[in-house]
C-alpha cells in the first residue's frame, strides 16, 4: 500500500495563487512518474502535470505557463504551484503516483484524497 496525502487546497479569488503539496509514504524516486490530475463538476478527470523520475515535466496546454510541478525528495514530497488562477481550474486536484513491479511489469496507480481549489471570479 502507498499512500498519498494531498494538502494546500482552498478558495482564492482569479489571479491568485495556491501551492499544493502531496506528501508520499515511500520515495517518490522508487516511482516511474508522480503527477496531478483533477476533475471539474460534470467533467472527466484530466491530466494536469507529470514529473517523470529521471525525465523531463510535462504540462497540459491549459495550465502550461502558469502551474509548475516540482519535488523535494528528502522529503518524498511533490509540489504543484498555481500562479494566475482562473476560475475554470476550480476543481478536485489529485495526486497521482505510477509505478511498474520488476518482475512482472505489472503496473501500479495510486491516488491521493484530492483537495479542493475553488477559484471565484
Known amino acids: 500500500q502507498v499512500l498519498l496525502v494531498e494538502s494546500g487546497g482552498g478558495l482564492v479569488q482569479a489571479g491568485g495563487s495556491l501551492r499544493l503539496s502531496c506528501a508520499a509514504s515511500?520515495?517518490?524516486?522508487?516511482?516511474?512518474?508522480m503527477g496531478w490530475y483533477r476533475q471539474a463538476p460534470g467533467k472527466q478527470r484530466e491530466l494536469v502535470a507529470t514529473i517523470p523520475t529521471g525525465g523531463t515535466t510535462n504540462y497540459a496546454d491549459s495550465v502550461k505557463g502558469r502551474f509548475t510541478i516540482s519535488r523535494d525528495n528528502a522529503n518524498d514530497t511533490v509540489y504543484l504551484q498555481m500562479n494566475s488562477l482562473k476560475p475554470e481550474d476550480t476543481a478536485v486536484y489529485y495526486c497521482?503516483?505510477?509505478?511498474?513491479?520488476?518482475?512482472?511489469?505489472?503496473?501500479?496507480?495510486?491516488w491521493g484524497q484530492g483537495t479542493q481549489v475553488t477559484v471565484s471570479s
Open positions: 497521482n503516483a505510477r509505478a511498474r513491479a520488476t518482475i512482472s511489469l505489472r503496473e501500479f496507480s495510486y
Open positions: 515511500r520515495s517518490i524516486s522508487s516511482f516511474n512518474v
